[in-house]
Protein backbone atom coordinates (compact mmCIF):
# COMPACT_ATOMS: atom_id res chain seq x y z
CA UNK A 1 0.00 0.00 0.00
CA UNK A 2 1.52 3.57 -0.97
CA UNK A 3 0.13 7.04 0.46
CA UNK A 4 -0.43 9.40 -1.58
CA UNK A 5 1.06 12.86 -0.91
CA UNK A 6 -2.08 14.13 1.32
CA UNK A 7 -1.63 11.08 2.82
CA UNK A 8 1.91 10.97 4.27
CA UNK A 9 2.75 10.40 7.47
CA UNK A 10 4.04 13.05 9.57
CA UNK A 11 7.56 13.31 11.00
CA UNK A 12 7.93 12.76 14.64
CA UNK A 13 9.84 14.97 16.71
CA UNK A 14 13.04 13.28 18.32
CA UNK A 15 16.25 13.58 19.44
CA UNK A 16 20.11 12.60 18.91
CA UNK A 17 23.06 12.79 20.97
CA UNK A 18 25.76 14.14 18.90
CA UNK A 19 29.10 15.04 20.44
CA UNK A 20 27.77 14.65 24.17
CA UNK A 21 24.78 17.06 23.05
CA UNK A 22 21.14 16.77 22.55
CA UNK A 23 19.94 17.75 19.49
CA UNK A 24 15.89 17.91 18.46
CA UNK A 25 15.62 16.92 15.49
CA UNK A 26 12.01 16.02 12.88
CA UNK A 27 12.23 12.39 12.72
CA UNK A 28 12.09 10.89 8.85
CA UNK A 29 13.52 7.65 9.99
CA UNK A 30 14.87 6.50 6.68
CA UNK A 31 16.84 9.82 5.87
CA UNK A 32 20.40 9.44 5.90
CA UNK A 33 22.63 10.28 9.19
CA UNK A 34 24.88 12.05 7.20
CA UNK A 35 22.14 14.49 6.31
CA UNK A 36 20.77 15.17 9.57
CA UNK A 37 24.67 15.76 10.48
CA UNK A 38 25.22 18.26 7.90
CA UNK A 39 22.08 20.13 7.24
CA UNK A 40 20.16 19.74 9.88
CA UNK A 41 22.74 20.24 12.72
CA UNK A 42 25.43 22.15 10.71
CA UNK A 43 27.93 19.71 11.48
CA UNK A 44 30.49 19.78 8.04
CA UNK A 45 33.37 18.09 9.18
CA UNK A 46 31.49 14.79 8.12
CA UNK A 47 31.85 14.76 4.07
CA UNK A 48 29.84 13.15 1.33
CA UNK A 49 31.76 11.80 -0.90
CA UNK A 50 30.29 8.98 -2.80
CA UNK A 51 26.88 8.64 -1.07
CA UNK A 52 26.89 4.69 -1.73
CA UNK A 53 28.69 3.61 1.47
CA UNK A 54 31.82 2.96 -0.58
CA UNK A 55 34.47 5.85 -0.05
CA UNK A 56 34.76 6.59 3.97
CA UNK A 57 34.65 9.88 3.92
CA UNK A 58 31.27 10.08 5.76
CA UNK A 59 32.19 8.13 9.02
CA UNK A 60 31.08 9.12 12.60
CA UNK A 61 31.56 6.61 15.46
CA UNK A 62 28.40 5.03 16.56
CA UNK A 63 28.61 3.92 20.31
CA UNK A 64 33.11 4.09 19.44
CA UNK A 65 32.31 2.16 15.97
CA UNK A 66 32.85 4.30 12.89
CA UNK A 67 30.05 3.36 10.60
CA UNK A 68 29.05 5.09 7.17
CA UNK A 69 26.66 7.99 7.67
CA UNK A 70 25.98 8.12 4.40
CA UNK A 71 23.73 4.59 4.79
CA UNK A 72 22.89 4.72 8.00
CA UNK A 73 19.11 5.59 8.38
CA UNK A 74 18.69 8.24 11.23
CA UNK A 75 16.44 6.32 12.59
CA UNK A 76 18.87 3.44 13.50
CA UNK A 77 21.19 5.93 15.82
CA UNK A 78 18.10 6.88 17.81
CA UNK A 79 19.37 6.63 21.69
CA UNK A 80 22.90 6.31 20.78
CA UNK A 81 26.21 8.40 21.19
CA UNK A 82 27.04 9.58 17.72
CA UNK A 83 30.48 11.49 17.51
CA UNK A 84 31.62 13.56 14.53
CA UNK A 85 34.79 14.84 14.04
CA UNK A 86 34.10 17.86 15.64
CA UNK A 87 33.49 16.26 18.77
CA UNK A 88 37.20 14.75 19.41
CA UNK A 89 39.00 17.59 20.74
CA UNK A 90 38.63 18.76 23.82
CA UNK A 91 38.42 22.58 23.57
CA UNK A 92 41.91 23.62 22.50
CA UNK A 93 43.45 20.08 23.26
CA UNK A 94 42.90 17.56 19.95
CA UNK A 95 42.65 13.69 20.08
CA UNK A 96 45.72 11.77 20.02
CA UNK A 97 45.09 10.73 16.65
CA UNK A 98 44.17 13.79 15.56
CA UNK A 99 47.47 14.99 16.67
CA UNK A 100 49.46 12.26 15.05
CA UNK A 101 47.53 13.46 11.92
CA UNK A 102 49.41 16.72 11.64
CA UNK A 103 52.40 15.73 13.27
CA UNK A 104 53.23 12.82 9.92
CA UNK A 105 51.14 15.31 7.35
CA UNK A 106 48.81 12.72 6.90
CA UNK A 107 46.58 14.42 4.95
CA UNK A 108 46.74 16.56 1.36
CA UNK A 109 43.63 17.84 0.50
CA UNK A 110 41.95 16.90 3.61
CA UNK A 111 38.71 15.47 2.11
CA UNK A 112 38.96 11.69 3.50
CA UNK A 113 40.70 13.13 6.95
CA UNK A 114 37.40 13.08 9.19
CA UNK A 115 36.79 9.68 7.98
CA UNK A 116 40.06 8.51 7.97
CA UNK A 117 41.22 9.95 11.68
CA UNK A 118 37.37 8.49 12.89
CA UNK A 119 38.20 4.86 11.30
CA UNK A 120 41.83 4.86 13.10
CA UNK A 121 40.06 5.93 16.61
CA UNK A 122 37.74 3.19 16.57
CA UNK A 123 40.14 0.92 15.59
CA UNK A 124 43.01 2.29 18.59
CA UNK A 125 39.71 2.30 20.98
CA UNK A 126 39.24 -1.40 20.65
CA UNK A 127 42.70 -2.42 19.74
CA UNK A 128 45.28 -0.04 20.88
CA UNK A 129 48.02 -2.00 19.94
CA UNK A 130 47.30 -2.95 15.86
CA UNK A 131 49.44 -4.77 13.63
CA UNK A 132 50.15 -3.49 10.33
CA UNK A 133 47.59 -6.19 9.35
CA UNK A 134 44.95 -4.92 11.19
CA UNK A 135 45.44 -1.50 10.44
CA UNK A 136 45.08 -1.70 6.55
CA UNK A 137 42.44 -4.12 7.06
CA UNK A 138 40.54 -1.16 9.80
CA UNK A 139 41.18 1.25 6.85
CA UNK A 140 40.18 -1.03 4.15
CA UNK A 141 37.01 0.85 2.45
CA UNK A 142 38.42 3.96 3.80
CA UNK A 143 39.56 6.07 0.08
CA UNK A 144 42.16 8.50 -0.27
CA UNK A 145 41.82 10.42 -3.97
CA UNK A 146 45.29 12.07 -3.33
CA UNK A 147 47.11 8.32 -2.36
CA UNK A 148 48.54 9.40 1.45
CA UNK A 149 48.21 6.04 2.96
CA UNK A 150 51.66 5.59 3.91
CA UNK A 151 51.48 8.68 6.13
CA UNK A 152 48.26 7.93 7.08
CA UNK A 153 49.64 4.28 8.36
CA UNK A 154 52.12 6.06 9.75
CA UNK A 155 49.86 8.81 11.92
CA UNK A 156 47.57 5.60 13.03
CA UNK A 157 51.12 3.79 14.17
CA UNK A 158 52.34 6.82 16.18
CA UNK A 159 48.83 7.44 17.92
CA UNK A 160 48.94 3.71 19.08
CA UNK A 161 52.56 4.60 20.47
CA UNK A 162 51.32 7.91 22.80
CA UNK A 163 51.64 7.33 26.38
CA UNK A 164 47.81 8.40 26.57
CA UNK A 165 45.14 6.26 26.20
CA UNK A 166 42.95 6.85 22.65
CA UNK A 167 39.33 6.00 23.48
CA UNK A 168 36.14 6.33 21.32
CA UNK A 169 35.78 10.20 21.69
CA UNK A 170 32.73 11.90 23.24
CA UNK A 171 30.09 10.18 25.83
Known sequence: MSLEPSQALPRAATQLRVNGTVHPISLDRDRSLLYVLREELGLTGTKYGCGEGECGACKVLIDGVAVRSCVTPVGEVVGRSITTIEGLAEGDRLHPVQQAFIDEGAFQCGFCTPGMILASVSL??????????????????????????LRIFQAIRRAAQLPEKVDGGAP
Open 124 to 149: LARNPRPSEGEIRAAMDGNLCRCGGY
